[in-house]
């Protein structure tokens, strides 16, 4: 049996020639997802947020969404959203947090309940107090910076100091554009996308770690080969498992995108974006070349040959 | 890297064995496994968001804390300083503390001792610190200051929580729930968490309610209507019936009998207008006293208040002297029942507010394993189908070594006796992700090795020690992210956390292992010339 080659034996790509491209064009990206983050904004969940959200299935067929809005908005609870939800007859409601504390957060549960009657199944009901969002927020930012922060540690002792400063600038270049895909998307950015990005910040230094290791393995056993050289050598040589490695995750999130259900379609949604796209365009592209600059390998030829005026 | 000794290979194979063998448990019915030992009975537990369940967070309200603390305070040193004869005036509640004016110089010193018996050594975990409750300071003029200090506050706040933790127990047992979980968190705070519940509004009531049950006269000195106008005399208040329409009674604030001296209430009907009724008990000292106050008050109206709002306001037709009597307030079965559990729990020390609750139907639980199961299903086979047409014989190792691998991982779940959620399973998919890369990685590395020239055994030995540094390197990363996560992370995010977490290392434990195993064997077996990928 002849088996599958992704990537032929003994790719030559020039990807350090690239980062003239891919270095303008990552700045361009991130100033963008910045911009989106303050101008357009995240779409906060309950979560961050405070409020409620329920998922409700009418009991008689498809749910009569005009008819539960009208009902729900004559509650004066402020802003109701409705939005179908996966089945025709399963309906998404989101109401904003409700001025007057924990307990007013309750009551306004008690007046959905009331309003819908007994034509529908609660499948579920989440409500986070004012106080409790405000915590989770902070627990989740601060989270995403210590995990960075002793990643960064981790690779500080294992490699040298450029390689932790790259794998760090790489990986905020990660979360960035990952920020501001769920901008545009507008997915609900709640606990799980917090997750999500840590996962993706896992992933997408699993593969610079992998690639960093084989530049060091090289820079160790080439004393001469010029920089650039060694980077592309040390990317190609990776190359395979890079695809091989993306292709298999790509399918197992892709099985959970669609078949896992609504409950974590924007998780994997984010994943797929996060760690297929992005993740991979990194390490390849913004990873391995910004280690020119902060002065790996200085004493080398910097330039090959053919990179010479 | 391709020799075993028979003991290494053995004690390997041992290993994965024993790990898997913990996840057989929950492919059999429960009734089945509760006959297994004890040691094999471990298993996972479903998460809320699969099982359905409630999830509620509730607060201590340390402002009520507080405010009950004060309001004790200058109760007691009004009793200690009339005790000791001394003249005061102007004693009241100030910020966080009460003052008093001594009026006589003299007994200034005296009335100070008096008050130092007040503030007591804090206990618990400041144990030992020699910090007291109170901080007690005067002025030349006689003005004495007691200040409620700051660890004082949060002491009571935990010991409130702790009591509030046990009563709570009491409440959810009577609803007769499957193992509701109910735990400290922080301070101030409690977590209940109850599976399998269709409608989580009854337990929401049977938490919320302080249940402070007191028995009290009414004021029928003064009109409620003057009391509406301002005109309420100080030992009076205005409560509002539990029925609508809220009628306002004129009641003396002066408590009788407490609900802390009922030993029993059950719900019942009355026997002549078969109404739901509570009917409850008092023990000895409070049947004592409620036996002088109902004969001293015979023909006069007395109120029994629950929570600050009067369920009834029955005229005392003769004295009630056995320790024993019905509340009849327009209950419904429902309501009779509930107070009774209530009364039979006892109050709260404090009330509780639910700032966090999430809920999840059964149906929805069901629907989330059914489409986890799926997509574990179809992602695996695609994974699996993947692997065979890139790297044939080598991708069927792989295979053998990753399905391995998530057996282990339901082993050291079940060992943990850990909660799978939606976002667990999420976790576990994403293992066979990087699970299958560490392969990918050993493999790749063969690869480059047999390019390189080296013999087939050679290169099947350099590969798989280059690969497994650099799958150590990206596997400890990950780690790190999931270790964090698992520490800021709360419910949902926690279950991913772990399984990552417990598939990183089981990764890493077949990659050095398991897999290396195989392919030795099957290297001394068949002495391959070539290498086949």
Redesign the interface.
Known sequence: MRLLRIVPDDTKFDFMRFRRISFPISALLSILAISLYFFHGLNFGIDFKGGMLIEVQSKSGPADLSKMRASLGALGLGEVQLQQFGAPTDVLIRISEQPGGDAAQQQAVGKVRGALGSDVDYRRVEVVGPRVSGELLSYGVVGLGLAILCILVYLWFRFEWQFALGAMIANVHDIVLTIGFMSVTQVDFDLTSIAALLTILGYSLNDTVVIYDRIREMLRKFKKMPMTDLLNASVNQTLSRSVITHVTVSLALLALLLFGGQAIHSFTATMLFGVVLVGTYTSVFIAAPILIYLGVGTGRDALSQSDKP | MLYFTRWKAAAIVLTALFVCLFAVPNFFPEKTVQSWPKWAQRHMVLGL?LQGGSHI?L?VDTKAVRKDMLETLRDDVRRVLRDARVGYTGLAVRGNGAEVRIRDAASLDNALTKLRELSLPLGGILGGSGQRSLDISNDADGLVRLTVNEPAVIERVRQSVEQSIQIIERRVNELGTVEPLIQRQGTDRILVQVPGLQ???RL?ELL?KTAKLDFRMVDTNTSVEAALQGRAPPESEVLYSTTAPKTPYLIEKRVLVSGGELTDAQPGFDQRTSEPIVSFRFNTSGARKFAQVTQENVGKPFAIVLDNEVISAPVIREPILGGSGQISGSFTVQSANDLSILLRAGALPAPL?????????P??GA??IS??K???Y??AG??IA??L????LFGLFANIAVAINVAMIFGVLSLLNATLT??GI?GI??T???A??SN??IY?RI??EV?AGRSPINAIDAGFS?AL??IL??????F??????F???????RG??VT?GIGIITTVFTAFTVTRLIVATWVRWRRPQRVP?
Do not use: Q
């Open positions: 968001d967070l607060e409608d989580p509004t929401k919320g507010t639910i700032i966090e609750e999430r809920t999840v139907g149906g929805l629907d989330s489409k986890g799926l997509s574990s179809v992602g695609m994974v993947f692997m047409v890139t790297y044939g939606l976002p999420a998919v994403l066979v992700g990087i299958v890369d990918v990685l790749e690869r480059e390019r280059r540094a650099t390197d990206s596997n400890i990363t990950t790190i992210a999931a270790a964090v996560l520490y800021i992370g709360t419910g949902p995010v991913f956390a990552l990928i």
